[in-house]
């Protein structure tokens, strides 16, 4: 009970009730002081129009010899509403309407004698006494002063206004009710697919990220749900590739670890030749792992979207494709050679675009015949720049193309002297890290290669492109 009352749904449903609530009272309240006011307004009108009449009858053709006479003949002549009451006063005697039964037959106008005598002895020309509303027009006769007082009731046009404010209360009330059933099954279609994002929520495990929340309309719940979807597919493609890295690391580490551990056990039985080989392959192997743990950490750094990673800046293209030729000569014993220049700014980080360049350099050296030429270029269209280095090597079999720049994979090669004058092999993340650095700028690697030929290697193309204008926010 008391997790009901701290509902999203409760929430709505109160607050759906004090509005409506608030309306209808409002509503009801306003309603009733407007036609109160219109009573009192029309009982002053009524006061007002007797006023005109008496000074109208004073007035008629012919005239009237005496106060007395004008008095009594516009009481004979006049028929009042059914809420009023006229009453004049001769000589400080009182004269009523002669009312038969068709005209008024709930009216006793002699009972309203004590209050006409106050009226004209003590009150001013108008006023309200006990819910009557009445006014003294003043005739003025030989004797003295004599009057017509008009009394305009609106008790029960009170009363009549009271029962009908009770009735509108008891509609709004069952207006209220039900708005308040509306509200709850609003409501809970409305909640729904929030109760099943948490179902969603409580059904994930470590081992089990596939459930969805079902989506249904265009409305903010239904993105509320896209975006918890989205989400779990982040969190599930994020949790495939920890595993898979963990066990690509854990592969990977096992037979360096293995090594070190096997010559490690041998140096106390082995002659000084062999314990001089054994440290030189621990220490070869150490540095391996070292240079995996750098590598792990780089790519870590970049798929963390940490904005220390790239550094970006205007860079001159012509003169990094030239910085990078000099660098790739030292790398390749003279065998870089530029093919294109490519002009014009770029905004990126010059220091990774160099590193990730001198990755595919590196790689062309080692995977083409020896002597044989390695280009680069750069290139510009539609607003992107394109880094690419080529080699005339054994190519890149197509079924391997998409699966090189993933973590721990490493090319293989159709020639097999090639594969032994290359024994010395990575740990497979140098491709990965240059996915990760283009991928940073905005951009995407690649890889090119034709069909191998029998008669002559047709080589492979790497690169990257990145656009003109740096897409980091």
Known sequence: ????????????????????????????????????????DLANEAVE???VEVEAHSRLPGGHSSSAELIETY???????????LV???DDRLVFQQLDSLTRPDVDARAFSPMVRSIVINEPASGITDGIHWGKITVPSAEGLDYVVVLVSTEQVYADLNRQTLIFAGLGLISLAMAAAIAWVISSRIIAPVREVAHVAERISQSNLTTRVPVHGDDEVAQLARTFNHMLDRIDEAYRSQRQFIDDAG?????????????????DTATPAERERSIELCISELDRMTRMVNDLLTLAIAESADSDFLNIEQVDLSQLTIDIDDKAHMLTDGRSEVVGIG???????????????????????????????IHIATTVEEGRARFT????????????QEALFQRFHRGSLDNKDEQERTSSKGAGLGLSIVQAIALAHGGHAFVASPENSKQAPQGATFGIEIPIESTMT
């Open 75 to 85: 009481l004979s002549h006049e028929v009042p509403e059914a809420n009023e009451v």
């Open 49 to 51: 129009k007797t006023a």
């Open 389 to 400: 280095v080529t080699d005339f090597g054994a190519g890149v079999d197509p079924a391997q």
């Open 1 to 40: 009970m008391n997790s009901f009352f701290v509902s999203l749904r409760f929430s709505i449903l109160a607050w759906i009730i004090v509005v409506v609530f608030a309306a209808l009272a409002s509503m009801i309240y306003f309603t009733d002081s407007l036609r109160r006011a219109d009573v009192h």
């Open 343 to 373: 002009e014009g700014q770029v905004s990126c980080d010059s220091a990774r675009i160099t590193e990730a360049v001198l990755e595919f350099v590196r790689n062309a050296a080692k995977y083409s015949p020896a002597g044989s030429p």
């Open 88 to 90: 004049g006063v001769i």
């Open 251 to 267: 592969h990977e580490l096992r037979t360096p670890i293995t090594i070190v551990r096997g010559n490690l056990e041998l140096l």
